[in-house]
């Protein structure tokens, strides 16, 4: 067999069953749950589990469907909290379209969450800063996205028959949940940037002509995952909300080289902002239902 053989067929879905045998072993192993929030953790934002009191997890590898991560810093973890009276589940790491996985993997988590009835979404990850105000450790809100990936995530027959075939992306980010991660910033003394995220495929770092061009077309900060899965859930009708790290400046602004581990480092130091406006999010997001 040749080794073009082996390329991953994007369009084929994986049957929505997956999705209720996933939810079958995780109630055989924690009983019926009903979580409120969904949280998926990026590069760096996998530690903030820590600041939960108590949790349960299972192991990706363990659950039908959800497929284990490969990349470093992602633990592969799926996490049960209560806080504050309510119930979150934590996805600790997550695919990426340049790991050559199927959508199927990179929706999974949405779709799972949408399932189990959760009807607001985290999302973070790690990003680079291309807006001349920002700073290595800076948290910016996403209030819009640019995808560059050059594909999208709702191809295909039936992602879910609640998907519309034509969703509409006028507010992907919930300006509400946007606020409330505003106002935790002012009140907490955390700085909170808010800006337009831009996503490619990756795995490689951006040229420094790419990141001026993207500049010149309005992105505040660049990365590789998130708007996949913002997609998703904003066309499941799910409230959507998104946290980057800035973990370095983009190529070219930065004056070093790119590496995953400076991204891992830079994230590691500004934690105790992420945990601290994580644990305030949780506790706003009923109130301001
Ligand atoms: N570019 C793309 N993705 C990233 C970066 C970057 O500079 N930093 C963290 N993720």
Not at 32 to 59: D, H, K, M, Y
Not at 121 to 140: Q, R
Not at 191 to 200: F, M, P, Q, S
Request: glycine share 8%; charged share 20%; aromatic share 6%.
């Amino acid at each position: 067999m040749g080794k073009l053989s082996l390329m991953v067929d994007k369009t084929i879905q994986m049957p929505p069953s997956i999705v209720k045998e996933s939810i079958d072993f995780i109630t055989s192993m924690w009983g019926q749950i009903t979580p409120s929030v969904s949280i998926i953790c990026g590069s760096g934002w996998g530690e903030i589990v820590q600041a939960f009191p108590s949790t349960r997890s299972l192991n990706y590898s363990d659950i039908p469907g959800i497929g284990d991560t490969t990349v470093e810093g992602h633990a592969g973890k799926l996490i049960l909290t209560d806080f504050d009276g309510i119930q979150v589940l934590i996805f600790q790491g997550r695919r990426h379209l340049y790991e050559g996985v199927s959508w199927d993997l990179i929706r999974f988590p949405i779709l799972l969450s949408y399932e189990l009835n959760s009807k607001t979404v985290l999302l973070t990850n790690a990003a680079g800063g291309i807006s001349s105000d920002f700073k290595v450790g800076d948290i910016m809100v996403l209030n819009d996205h640019i995808n560059f990936m050059n594909e999208n995530p709702l191809i295909g027959s039936v992602v879910h028959p609640d998907i519309p075939r034509f969703p509409d992306q006028t507010k992907i980010y919930d300006p509400k949940l946007i606020n409330n991660i505003l106002k935790i910033g002012s009140d907490q003394e955390i700085t909170i940037r808010k800006g337009i995220y831009l996503a490619l495929s990756g795995p490689a770092f951006e040229t420094p002509a790419e990141i001026q061009a993207f500049a010149k077309l309005g992105a505040d900060a660049v990365g590789m995952s998130t708007v996949p899965e913002a997609m998703v859930a904003n066309a499941l009708g799910m409230r959507v909300v998104a946290l980057s790290c800035i973990s370095n400046l983009a190529a070219g602004i930065s004056k070093h080289s790119l590496s995953h581990k400076d991204v891992e480092e830079a994230s590691k130091k500004a934690l105790p902002h992420m945990k601290a406006l994580v644990l305030s999010f949780i506790t706003s997001v009923e109130k301001n239902h």
